[in-house]
C-alpha cells in the first residue's frame, strides 16, 4: 500500500497562537503514526514565494494520512490556524 503525505506551506501571522496549534497537532499526528520529514527549516524559494514554513508528514498509507487530517481533534486544533497562518495544504499518495 502506497504511503501518505501531508505537504503544507505556510506564511505564519500569528506566531503564538501558530505555536499553539503546533503542540496540538504535533501530538494528533503522532497518534496517527506521523512522522516529521521536513519541518520548517532553512529554504529558498523558487517560482512563487510568501510562504516561509514548509513541512512534509509523512504516514504509513493515504489513508492514513486523510483519517488524521479529518479526525475530530485535528479540526479542532485547526481552528487555532485561523487568523494565525495563511497555508497550503495538500495529502499526496506517495509511490
Not at 504535533?26 to 516561509?52: A, C, D, P, W, Y
Not at 508528514?57 to 494565525?84: H, M, P, R, W
Request: charged share 25%; hydrophobic share 35%.
Amino acid at each position: 500500500m502506497s504511503k501518505g503525505y501531508w505537504v503544507v506551506r505556510a506564511k505564519v501571522i500569528d506566531s503564538e497562537n501558530y505555536s499553539k496549534y503546533i503542540n496540538l497537532a504535533t501530538n494528533i499526528i503522532g497518534e496517527h503514526k506521523g512522522k516529521f520529514l521536513v519541518r520548517g527549516g532553512q529554504q529558498t524559494e523558487f517560482e512563487n514565494s510568501g510562504f516561509e514554513r514548509s513541512v512534509v508528514i509523512e504516514f504509513e498509507t493515504y489513508k492514513d494520512a486523510l483519517e488524521c487530517y479529518e479526525s475530530e481533534n485535528y479540526q479542532k486544533a485547526l481552528k487555532l490556524v485561523e487568523g494565525s497562518a495563511s497555508r497550503l495544504v495538500s495529502i499526496v499518495e506517495g509511490i
